[in-house]
């Protein structure tokens, strides 16, 4: 490995452990068959198609895999979800609408590595049983769509892909299908309906669990990108040697996407808690921006609960309970549980003294307004109402009273709606307000109280101070 | 005390009460507490689970204490012991905040709305108790333009609250995918088409999504959902033989609008555009209202006296000099059972002779004959129900969608649920499109492919020889037949590749339950007998019989069509199918009757139209039937007409034929009487008059128990359960029912004592004993051997959605502005070869006469076939089609007629027609 050399600039920090990204920004990769097979490409594939494709769920298992896409899920056992009396086929799809706010990882895989995923997609196939796969890639990104479809003609030429795969019996067709640009087709059950040719409105569970009842009414296993990337080392380590990576229950490696106000934002592979989110922010990404304190942190991609940075976290370590403050928490998917938020889809957003708080809720409030679907009431009105309200306090034209009413909006949505978007837009203005009351209620107007407000020219201040 | 049964009950709101497997928590709670109790805002009865408005949450816990979850009550299934909680003040909070949200967002006119009273969100409103809204005025979509361009649906999206449930309508309920939701979030909002008006959409009308609003975003032009009604009556739609339940609301004795009830087990929710809206001819200004006297060739009004006075001493007349044969009567399929029962009755008790018919000779005669052949019973072996059941469905010579819409609407949505469906039809029809295979037949040539259909069913061993040896007789001729067939003709005539015919075979063979249904395609040929005959062959050797989600189910045309015949209004066969030149079954009708009644077969309806031109039959009386419109070979009918010494019609309007009249009686229409309608799967439904008969006219019924009266017959006066009690005494499978018995849903006969009604026939043995194999060569039509060579082209007939038959009703309301006149179908190539271009006037001429029509280029006809509707008198398409008839029962071959045809003009030129605009998108030239 040791003859692996990256482009001046982008070489892996120390505290990485590259496994995903390994060919990311490497000096003369390409995303060509060729280059991928020089460097053991479709290795695991030849092997894999020689087992039981239930060994192979096993592994991933034994490896506790985590879904990297938001929810953490283990994959493993997402797989045995379908049923065993099942005769319909079964559908793989792999998420590829990387949408979260604060998220970029995906994209990297696809445009720089994409037989890395199409050999993950393969396997995983292989092991649920699926020959027809779709890998669904959000309208935003036409060149991670072009590239799949070339690296897909090629492997299929090479017999990676199509008939009979290594000289097997296995069959597998693979797709690329492209969204339109809505933030919803990332939520798994939206997907599938878009996949389908319908509007991506998120499916009532029950009945419609995707792994029995999802694309075309039959068992579907929908995975991240970067998910379906890691069954590749999996099989290649095997899955207990794959597990001693990270900690236990947060097994592997995993990639954060650092953005905001640091001096060096960007990628990194770390192995699963064995980094602080202190050590994110001064080693790995060179620290704060000069005379510039932390004022929060967002670990897990918009949607995920903010963090203060004067916040203290109780948190277990072995059998006691330990204070500990933000520099401290381990990036992990059960410690930044336990701190009341989550790891998500690995976006790390650092927001740093120069920002008004008002105005970082506000941002993320425009955004959900304008993602939610539309399909359950409290979502489709309460998103807009959140933004309508931020606006008003960014604009300086809100009233005390009005963080009271934007709480009761939110709580209002939480839990009340058929996908976890629910959660995602509400979360934010729940723990803002939770954590940066003072400061939000400081934006208001205490003479405003009671008095009746015209919206309209509110959102036209709000946008131009914006 | 109540024990908890582990697996049918759960708690509401602390109280132990049984639920049924499959139900949702909300189900649950309606049955128990009534609808409405747990609010909702996006959940239908008759749509599928949505849980987006999340109105109907409630807090449920799996112990009395155990943590607790809040969740949409409409889609979470409930589980054995489940603690549901529907009042909390969490949930109760979070349906007002709701509300209020949705609240921000809709005008707050309700005074001056149409649905005030009687609108789901006002309700809501009120139950959870919003007092105020809390959210400042902001954008709002309160300003959308209202959308009144349609002759029926309008909308007023500013009314809309997103719940979908419209869309879900138009997807769910009638499968046509006109509504869709736009734009996302605040955005989001109801479109038509590729965001067009309803006029300018697919929009079919049926009314679905306006019944399923839960404001008056989607309503239609007689706010069907306003509460002006005082009354609502329950009845029986007219117009085909689906039999619909309507709910027909009307004021001061005026019908304001239909709805289709919740809970019809035949249409649940759903009707098409003429069970709900194309009810407006029943008062309109041409409807007729007094009797009429021909005298001096003008009609001149009279009293019903003076006309029932003038019909007896002619009829006596007549009967004195020519004998009974000489006078004959033909009955209607749109009158009730009981007016066909009487009507019968007359001709055969009072007047004395079996000179007795109905539309069905028309239509159905083939069906009733063939399957009496097979099974021994002319009627639907299983029910419509029956499509949840089955695996695969097999459509002949029909065009449900169109046809029998809410029939149709449910072979679409099965087979969009994965259902493989199987037709055999001419024309790409709507259905094809959802159909696995699809045989396109040359027309005329049934008999060839169902044979070769049969064949591979055999020769591919799939054979239910346990069925077949067991419940059958006749096989190994019909076996034989099969071998002996020359696959390569066969081909030759249909023009369909053997292969195909083979997968279809297969297809429908193979599946665990297979269930055909068939249409007028089969019935109205020179071989229609035969070719039912040819269909109980498939499903006996197949097994597919007497077991649910299979059988032969034909489409009957016409409301009462089954009834019809039911009652008796066939020369051979008289009330309950017994045959009248048994001598035993003669003694039942005469001892029953009280009057001598003829042992001699009658006339059929062709054959009175012989006989009136031959001088043979003197008298007619027609009930409800436009002969002259709707009969092949109009000149010839017409000759019939003025060949008869006296001529009675029963009519509502002035048609075609009642201008032959000597003496017309105004009835009244299904809306003004009572009785029952029997529908295609035998269910013997109740007709309630919504409304009295318009002044001057009278029910059917009573015009004929008044004439039996008058010629001196002691019939009681028309009461609809009086004439069922007397129909129960005679007609067997009658035996047990009663008006009360009945109830709202009706009952499938045979109805045994106890008004047991029978959904699936033929469970353990076929009502002749065994089923019968027959087996029949193709013949090529008459037609085609006569006329073929000169006219070398083959038309063939069917109907549209929006009009009934010839229209009498349905070109009297709003579906003449959608559909306003016959277009012809010509494919793209014989278009080229003859210069006509999509629009044109073409010219079709027969050996019988011609028509002009404007053309529709479209590959849904193949080259050779050409394609049209006779709905509109004033193209009289009648004109041109055969005499050739079912050589079993004398069904005219509407199917197949030999013509050519020439263009005329360009579709600009008026071709002494009156064109007007307007059109379904469809029907208009391409």
């Known amino acids: 490995m040791s003859n692996v050399t990256y482009i001046s600039g982008k070489e892996p920090h120390s505290r990485e452990h590259r496994l995903i990204f390994r060919n990311i920004d490497r000096k003369g990769y390409d995303p060509g068959l060729k280059c991928y097979l020089k460097d053991g490409g479709y290795e695991q594939l030849k092997k894999a198609v020689t087992m039981e494709p239930k060994a192979i769920t096993d592994e991933v298992k034994a490896?506790?895999?985590?879904?990297?896409?938001?929810?953490?899920?283990?994959?493993?056992?997402?797989?045995?979800?379908?049923?065993?009396?099942?005769?319909?086929?079964?559908?793989?799809?792999?998420?590829?609408?990387?949408?979260?706010?604060?998220?970029?990882?995906?994209?990297?895989?696809?445009?720089?590595?994409?037989?890395?995923?199409?050999?993950?997609?393969?396997?995983?196939?292989?092991?649920?049983?699926?020959?027809?796969?779709?890998?669904?890639?959000?309208?935003?990104?036409?060149?991670?769509?072009?590239?799949?479809?070339?690296?897909?003609?090629e492997a299929t030429k090479a017999g990676f892909l199509g008939k009979g795969i290594c000289g097997s019996?296995?069959?597998?067709?693979?797709?690329?299908?492209?969204?339109?640009?809505?933030?919803?087709?990332?939520?798994?059950?939206?997907?599938?309906?878009?996949?389908?040719?319908?509007?991506?409105?998120?499916?009532?569970?029950?009945?419609?669990?995707?792994?029995?009842?999802?694309?075309?009414?039959?068992?579907?296993?929908?995975?991240?990108?970067?998910?379906?990337?890691?069954?590749?080392?999996?099989?290649?380590?095997?899955?207990?040697?794959?597990?001693?990576?990270?900690t236990p229950n947060n097994t592997g490696t995993r990639i954060l996407c650092v953005s905001g106000d640091v001096q060096k934002p960007g990628y990194f592979e770390v192995q699963v808690g064995k980094v602080t989110l202190g050590e994110v922010i001064q080693d790995l990404c060179g620290g704060l921006k000069p005379g510039?304190?932390?004022?929060?942190?967002?670990?897990?991609?918009?949607?995920?609960?903010?963090?203060?940075?004067d916040e203290r976290f109780k948190l277990k370590r072995g059998d006691e309970m330990v204070e500990i403050g933000l520099e401290d928490i381990p990036m992990d998917f059960d410690s930044l549980a336990a701190c009341g938020s989550m790891a998500g889809s690995g976006g790390v957003i650092i927001i740093d003294d120069s920002r008004k708080i008002s105005w970082v809720l506000n941002n993320i409030n425009s955004f959900y307004a304008h993602e939610s679907c539309g399909q359950c009431t409290p979502c489709r009105e309460g998103s807009l109402w959140m933004k309508k309200i931020s606006d008003r306090i960014v604009a300086g034209k809100a009233s005390p009273d009005d963080v009271a009413t934007l709480e009761s909006v939110a709580n209002n949505i939480e839990g009340k709606t058929i996908c976890a978007f629910g959660e995602a837009c509400s979360w934010p203005t729940q723990s803002f307000i939770r954590k940066f009351r003072e400061e939000l209620v400081a934006d208001t107007r205490e003479e405003l109280a009671g008095v009746p407000v015209n919206h309209e020219t509110t959102l036209a201040a709000a946008n131009l101070k914006n | 005390m109540v024990t908890l049964n582990p697996t049918t009950h759960a708690y509401l709101d602390g109280q132990l009460l049984a639920f049924q497997p499959g139900d949702t928590i909300l189900k649950f709670v309606d049955r128990h507490k009534g609808r409405g109790f747990v609010p909702t805002l996006c959940d239908a009865p008759q749509l599928d689970p949505y849980g987006a408005c999340r109105v109907c949450s409630v807090e449920v816990a799996l112990k009395e204490d155990g943590p607790r979850r809040v969740v949409a009550s409409c889609h979470t299934p409930l589980s054995a012991g489940m603690h549901v909680h529907t009042q909390t003040q969490k949930v109760q909070k979070l349906r007002r905040n709701i509300v209020e949200l949705v609240l921000t967002d809709h005008p707050l006119d309700c005074l001056t709305c149409e649905v005030n009273g009687n609108c789901e969100l006002q309700t809501v409103a009120a139950k959870v108790g919003i007092r105020k809204v809390r959210y400042p005025e902001g954008k709002n979509h309160l300003n959308r333009q209202k959308d009144l361009s349609h002759p029926y649906m309008t909308s007023d999206l500013s009314k809309c609250i997103n719940c979908s449930r419209c869309v879900r309508a138009c997807d769910e309920v009638q499968g046509q995918f006109v509504l869709s939701m736009h734009g996302r979030g605040f955005d989001a909002r109801i479109i038509k088409g590729f965001d067009t008006s309803f006029e300018d959409s697919e929009c079919v009308s049926c009314g679905a999504c306006s019944q399923a609003c839960p404001t008056s975003a989607i309503s239609d032009i007689f706010q069907s959902k306003a509460i002006v009604?005082?009354?609502?009556?329950?009845?029986?739609?007219?117009?085909?033989?689906?039999?619909?339940?309507?709910?027909?609301?009307?004021?001061?004795?005026?019908?304001?609008?239909?709805?289709?009830?919740?809970?019809?087990?035949?249409?649940?929710?759903?009707?098409?555009?003429?069970?709900?809206?194309?009810?407006?001819?029943?008062?309109?200004?041409?409807?007729?209202?007094?009797?009429?006297?021909?005298?001096?060739?003008?009609?001149?009004?009279?009293?019903?006296?003076?006309?029932?006075?003038?019909?007896?001493?002619?009829?006596?007349?007549?009967?004195?000099?020519?004998?009974?044969?000489?006078?004959?009567?033909?009955s209607s399929a749109r009158c009730t059972n009981e007016e066909n029962y009487l009507m019968q009755k007359f001709i055969r008790a009072v007047i004395g002779t079996n000179n007795i018919d109905c539309c069905a000779r028309v239509c159905h005669s083939p069906t009733a004959f063939g399957m009496q052949q097979s099974f021994g019973t002319g009627a639907a072996t299983n029910s419509v129900e029956d499509l949840q059941h089955t695996q695969c469905i097999l459509v002949i010579g029909a065009n449900p969608t169109e046809g029998h819409p809410v029939t149709g609407a449910k072979i679409k949505q099965r087979a969009m649920k994965g259902v493989p469906l199987i037709v055999i039809d001419p024309r790409e029809i709507e259905i094809v499109k959802y159909a696995k295979h699809h045989l396109q037949l040359r027309p005329g040539t049934n008999v060839a492919l169902l044979n070769m259909f049969a064949y591979f069913i055999l020769e591919g061993g799939m054979v239910d020889r346990d069925f077949v040896g067991s419940r059958c007789e006749n096989w190994s001729e019909f076996e034989a037949g099969l071998r002996s067939l020359d696959l390569d003709q066969i081909e030759e005539v249909t023009g369909v590749p053997r292969e195909k015919v083979r997968a279809a075979a297969t297809e429908y063979a193979e599946s665990p339950a297979s269930m055909s249904f068939h249409?007028?395609?089969?019935?109205?040929?020179?071989?229609?007998?035969?070719?039912?005959?040819?269909?109980?062959?498939?499903?006996?050797?197949?097994?597919?019989?007497?077991?649910?989600?299979?059988?032969?189910?034909?489409?009957?045309?016409?409301?009462?069509?089954?009834?019809?015949?039911?009652?008796?209004?066939?020369?051979?066969?008289?009330?309950?199918?017994?045959?009248?030149?048994?001598?035993?079954?003669?003694?039942?009708?005469?001892?029953?009757?009280?009057?001598?009644?003829?042992?001699?077969?009658?006339?059929?309806?062709?054959?009175?139209?012989?006989?009136?031109?031959?001088?043979?039959?003197?008298?007619?009386?027609?009930?409800?039937?436009?002969?002259?419109?709707?009969?092949?070979?109009?000149?010839?009918?017409?000759?019939?007409?003025?060949?008869?010494?006296?001529?009675?019609?029963?009519?509502?309007?002035?048609?075609?034929?009642?201008?032959?009249?000597?003496?017309?009686?105004?009835?009244?229409?299904?809306?003004?009487?009572?009785?029952?309608?029997?529908?295609?799967?035998?269910?013997?439904?109740?007709?309630?008059?919504?409304?009295?008969?318009?002044?001057?006219?009278?029910?059917?019924?009573?015009?004929?128990?008044?004439?039996?009266?008058?010629?001196?017959?002691?019939?009681?006066?028309?009461?609809?359960?009086?004439?069922?009690?007397?129909?129960?005494?005679?007609?067997?499978?009658?035996?047990?029912?009663?008006?009360?018995?009945?109830?709202?849903?009706?009952?499938?006969?045979?109805?045994?004592?106890?008004?047991?009604?029978?959904?699936?026939?033929?469970?353990?043995?076929?009502?002749?004993?065994?089923?019968?194999?027959?087996?029949?060569?193709?013949?090529?039509?008459?037609?085609?051997?006569?006329?073929?060579?000169?006219?070398?082209?083959?038309?063939?007939?069917?109907?549209?959605?929006?009009?009934?038959?010839?229209?009498?009703?349905?070109?009297?309301?709003?579906?003449?502005?959608?559909?306003?006149?016959?277009?012809?179908?010509?494919?793209?190539?014989?278009?080229?070869?003859?210069?006509?271009?999509?629009?044109?006037?073409?010219?079709?001429?027969?050996?019988?006469?011609?028509?002009?029509?404007?053309?529709?280029?479209?590959?849904?006809?193949?080259?050779?076939?050409?394609?049209?509707?006779?709905?509109?008198?004033?193209?009289?398409?009648?004109?041109?089609?055969?005499?050739?008839?079912?050589?079993?029962?004398?069904?005219?071959?509407?199917?197949?007629?030999?013509?050519?045809?020439?263009?005329?003009?360009?579709?600009?030129?008026?071709?002494?027609?009156?064109?007007?605009?307007?059109?379904?998108?469809?029907?208009?030239?391409?």
Request: proline share 6%.
């Open chain 1, 292 to 309: 510039r304190k932390l004022q929060a942190v967002i670990p897990g991609g918009s949607s995920a609960k903010v963090l203060r940075a």
């Open chain 1, 169 to 246: 019996t296995f069959d597998l067709e693979l797709y690329v299908h492209r969204g339109a640009g809505a933030y919803i087709c990332g939520e798994e059950t939206g997907l599938i309906e878009s996949l389908e040719g319908k509007r991506p409105y998120p499916r009532i569970k029950p009945p419609f669990f995707p792994a029995v009842l999802g694309l075309y009414m039959s068992p579907t296993i929908v995975n991240n990108v970067e998910s379906l990337c890691h069954v590749k080392h999996i099989l290649a380590m095997g899955g207990a040697e794959y597990a001693k990576l990270g």
């Open chain 2, 229 to 330: 009604a005082t009354e609502k009556t329950r009845t029986i739609c007219t117009y085909c033989g689906v039999g619909c339940n309507l709910d027909v609301a009307t004021k001061n004795n005026e019908v304001l609008s239909i709805q289709a009830p919740l809970d019809a087990e035949v249409n649940f929710a759903h009707t098409c555009l003429k069970g709900r809206y194309a009810f407006r001819f029943y008062n309109h200004p041409d409807r007729l209202r007094k009797p009429l006297i021909r005298t001096n060739g003008h009609f001149e009004e009279v009293t019903w006296e003076q006309a029932y006075a003038h019909i007896v001493e002619n009829l006596t007349r007549i009967r004195a000099e020519y004998g009974p044969d000489s006078i004959a009567g033909i």
């Open chain 2, 519 to 926: 249409g007028l395609g089969v019935t109205e040929h020179s071989m229609g007998a035969k070719t039912v005959m040819l269909i109980a062959n498939l499903a006996m050797m197949t097994g597919n019989i007497g077991r649910p989600g299979v059988g032969v189910n034909p489409l009957r045309g016409q409301n009462n069509v089954q009834g019809a015949a039911d009652m008796g209004c066939q020369p051979h066969q008289g009330a309950g199918y017994m045959r009248v030149n048994d001598p035993a079954m003669q003694r039942l009708y005469q001892d029953f009757y009280g009057m001598p009644v003829s042992g001699e077969i009658g006339l059929k309806i062709p054959e009175m139209f012989e006989a009136a031109r031959n001088g043979r039959l003197k008298a007619l009386w027609l009930m409800g039937e436009d002969v002259v419109q709707t009969d092949p070979n109009s000149e010839a009918v017409k000759e019939s007409m003025n060949a008869l010494d006296f001529l009675v019609v029963q009519e509502i309007f002035m048609t075609e034929t009642a201008k032959f009249a000597n003496v017309i009686l105004p009835a009244a229409s299904f809306l003004e009487k009572s009785g029952t309608f029997t529908n295609a799967e035998r269910r013997v439904q109740r007709v309630n008059a919504a409304v009295p008969p318009l002044e001057g006219t009278k029910p059917d019924g009573q015009i004929i128990c008044e004439i039996m009266q008058h010629m001196g017959y002691p019939q009681a006066d028309y009461t609809a359960d009086g004439v069922l009690e007397e129909i129960s005494r005679v007609v067997p499978f009658f035996k047990g029912a009663t008006w009360e018995g009945l109830g709202d849903n009706g009952k499938q006969w045979p109805v045994k004592e106890g008004n047991v009604g029978t959904p699936i026939m033929h469970l353990d043995s076929f009502k002749r004993g065994l089923g019968k194999f027959h087996f029949f060569a193709w013949q090529e039509s008459q037609e085609v051997l006569e006329h073929g060579l000169e006219f070398p082209y083959i038309l063939t007939t069917g109907r549209l959605l929006e009009h009934y038959n010839c229209g009498t009703m349905t070109r009297r309301t709003g579906n003449a502005d959608i559909v306003v006149e016959d277009v012809v179908v010509i494919n793209p190539a014989d278009a080229a070869k003859k210069g006509v271009t999509g629009g044109d006037w073409v010219r079709l001429f027969s050996a019988r006469g011609e028509v002009r029509l404007r053309s529709r280029i479209s590959e849904e006809v193949k080259p050779g076939v050409i394609y049209t509707t006779f709905h509109f008198p004033e193209h009289l398409v009648n004109n041109i089609t055969s005499d050739v008839h079912d050589s079993d029962t004398l069904c005219p071959e509407y199917k197949v007629v030999a013509i050519d045809f020439e263009r005329v003009g360009s579709g600009d030129e008026p071709a002494g027609l009156p064109i007007r605009e307007k059109g379904r998108a469809h029907t208009l030239p391409v």
């Open chain 1, 63 to 153: 490896a506790g895999l985590r879904g990297r896409g938001g929810a953490g899920f283990p994959t493993g056992l997402k797989w045995t979800f379908i049923p065993p009396t099942n005769t319909k086929p079964v559908y793989l799809i792999c998420n590829a609408d990387e949408s979260e706010p604060g998220t970029f990882k995906d994209r990297y895989i696809m445009h720089q590595d994409p037989h890395q995923l199409l050999e993950g997609m393969a396997i995983a196939c292989y092991a649920v049983g699926a020959k027809l796969a779709y890998i669904y890639v959000r309208e935003e990104f036409p060149h991670a769509a072009r590239i799949l479809e070339e690296a897909i003609a």
